[in-house]
């Protein structure tokens, strides 16, 4: 099982890019890697299923893409969709998710230029919101942001939380 991807479509009117500074090289650029093309790969190498998540450096937070290509659950293929946790709502949307086919887990992403919401209160309603779903938490931030989230991590001991690129070290 591949446990981290990408999809990116080459649908750009369907599905338009929403490049952001945290896309620090054109990786979708270089190779297709739609579903099709990871699909293939797996196939390829024997890889039995995969988790798609959700390349906020390409898509920001819309989940379109991601979302469609699990949604009917014929696929190998499963989704971790990204929440804006800087925008009001984001306790709201992952609810949302949690009721969304194919939808396994949610990544909470910190590393764009900007992001300060790990220095918030709103980590507390994240984490909040991803145990009540029950929806494991993708938690994207690099090191030095860990320290003041421990004591929300804390709070919530029964929540899954696995660190993306290991907080980036």
Known sequence: IDTHVHVVSNDTARYP??????????????????????????DAHG?????AVQAVGVYAYD??????????????VAAVAAVDVEAGGAAEE???LSEVAGVVGVRLFAVSP?????HTGKADEAFDAATRSGLP?????????????????ARYPTLPI???HCAFP
């Open 63 to 76: 989940n379109s893409y991601l979302l469609d290509e699990v949604a009917s659950g014929s696929r190998p």
């Open 17 to 42: 890019r929403q490049i952001n500074a945290s896309a620090t090289h054109r990786w979708w650029a270089v190779v297709a890697c739609d579903t099709a093309a990871l699909l293939r790969a797996m």
């Open 114 to 118: 900007g992001s300060s919401w790990v």
């Open 162 to 164: 696995t660190l993306d």
């Open 137 to 153: 938490v993708v938690l994207t931030v690099f090191e030095q942001q860990l320290p003041p989230l421990a004591p929300s991590i």
């Open 94 to 96: 992952i609810m949302r």
């Open 47 to 51: 890889v039995a299923a995969a988790l």
